[in-house]
């Protein structure tokens, strides 16, 4: 009896999730969701599960736009931060993590080129990026438009979060509810974003040890 009544209560505390879903699905969530992902990432937050909370929320190309507006004004926010705020912070949590001691070096001296490719390569957390970001001698104008480079992570893992969605209703597909041709379409997209994705980063990661060997060659 007490175990039946404490999944009752859990059950009873969870009631407000779904309303808040379904508010989130709506234009105005879709505008709240925003700030939201800008506060995660400006936090440091990894914001994976928030992209693909996205992408479950609003499919694969709103869900990339919303993350990626967010994205860029967390990323903004966190930047300045690490150039006039939080420098010495960051410079005593950058000694934590030597590869991106080097990335601050490479970046002052390459700029927007260093910024894209490391914007591109899985290899380097975005979060804490923006901080060593501001620390570099790199122009603002450069870091922004290096944020291009996480378009392609950015569609993924919203296209990952819609194909989760999709994976929930899949009972639909299977009861004849559903079309079989739009969900084999979907993944087979996703399939498709994974390649390109993981192609970029390897050409990136490639490019960087290229830079890094030049780098070492001319230091």
Not at 13 to 40: C, D, K, N, Q, T
Not at 58 to 74: E, K, N, Q
Not at 77 to 93: C, E, H
Not at 144 to 155: D, K
């Amino acid at each position: 009896m007490v175990a039946s009544g404490g999944v009752e209560h859990m059950i009873e505390g969870m009631s407000w999730f779904e309303p808040l879903m379904l508010w989130l699905r709506s234009p105005l969530g879709g505008l709240v969701f925003i700030p939201l992902y800008a506060v995660w990432v400006t936090l440091l937050l990894p914001g994976v599960w928030a992209s693909m909370l996205a992408g479950a929320l609003y499919g694969t190309w709103w869900g990339s736009l919303i993350v990626f507006v967010g994205a860029c004004l967390g990323a903004e926010a966190a930047f300045l931060l690490g150039r006039y705020w939080l420098r010495d912070w960051t410079s005593k949590r950058l000694t934590q993590y030597p590869k991106l001691q080097a990335v601050e070096r490479a970046v002052s001296r390459e700029g927007l080129k260093l910024v894209l490719l490391t914007r591109l390569s899985p290899a380097f957390p975005f979060s804490l990026l923006n901080l060593v970001y501001g620390l570099s001698e790199v122009s603002l104008r450069d870091y922004n438009i290096g944020l291009i480079g996480i378009l392609p992570g950015t569609v993924l893992f919203c296209a990952l979060g819609a194909l989760a969605g999709d994976a929930a209703r899949f009972g639909e597909v299977l009861a004849g509810e559903a079309s079989a041709q739009a969900w084999i379409l979907r993944v087979v997209g996703v399939l498709a974003t994974v390649a390109v994705v993981w192609l970029v980063g390897r050409a990136a990661q490639r490019a960087l040890a290229d830079e890094k060997t030049s780098f070492n060659e001319n230091a």
